[in-house]
């Protein structure tokens, strides 16, 4: 199961049905991104071998990825450094694949743990506020307008984006939301 590549247990891992196999992790924002760290169990029963694959980096706005490092073989030992390789990357990334094409130990790809190292980037983060509607007590054949404050409180600004209302989970209207700059920096106290 996926999950076992980020659970913390180097004894618990991923293992793919056979190649070509793809292992993402989704970030949740942009990071300006230093290196990806790939650990096997040190465990001797982990005999060495070489996993080849490509590193492949998404920015939170775009469809596709990017190649941050090209397909390359990579060898894990437990007898030395740990079972664990390091593969220094850099640029600003949302999600980040590793797309295996060989195990020399005959498995499919395996990954104990994957870690993703870097800062959070700058990012937008809006927040609504001032919601209201009128009729105050709508009924359900009333004309209802809904009206909302919407501000960026990130650090960057953020591109024009769609409020959508809904009611009962359905959405019932949207309406557009000029791009916003970011917020001012913050006094110090």
């Known amino acids: 199961m996926a999950t076992h590549a980020n659970d913390g247990q180097l004894n618990t891992y991923w293992e793919s049905n056979g190649h070509p196999a793809a292992l993402t992790v989704r970030l949740g924002a942009n990071a300006d991104l230093s290196a990806v760290v790939v650990k096997l169990s040190p465990d001797a029963a982990w005999a060495k071998r070489t996993q080849t694959f ?30 664990t390789v390091t593969i220094p990357v850099t640029g600003r990334y949302a999600d980040v694949r590793l797309d295996f094409t060989h195990n020399s130990a005959g498995y499919g790809a395996q990954v104990a743990e994957l870690q993703v190292m870097g800062a959070a980037a ?32 990130g650090s960057a600004a953020s591109a024009a984006a769609t409020l959508d209302v809904s009611l009962e989970g359905t959405v019932a209207g949207s309406a557009p939301s000029a791009r916003s700059p970011r917020a001012p920096p913050r006094p110090s106290p």
Request: no cysteine.
């Open 54 to 83: 490509e590193v492949l980096g998404r920015e939170q706005s775009s469809g596709g990825f990017t190649s941050l490092k090209a397909r390359a073989g990579y060898t894990f030992d437990p007898g030395s450094g740990g079972n």
């Open 122 to 153: 700058p990012n937008p983060d809006l927040v609504v506020s001032d919601l209201g509607w009128t009729p105050a007590s709508p009924t359900e054949t009333d004309a209802v307008t809904v009206r909302a404050t919407v501000r960026n409180t």
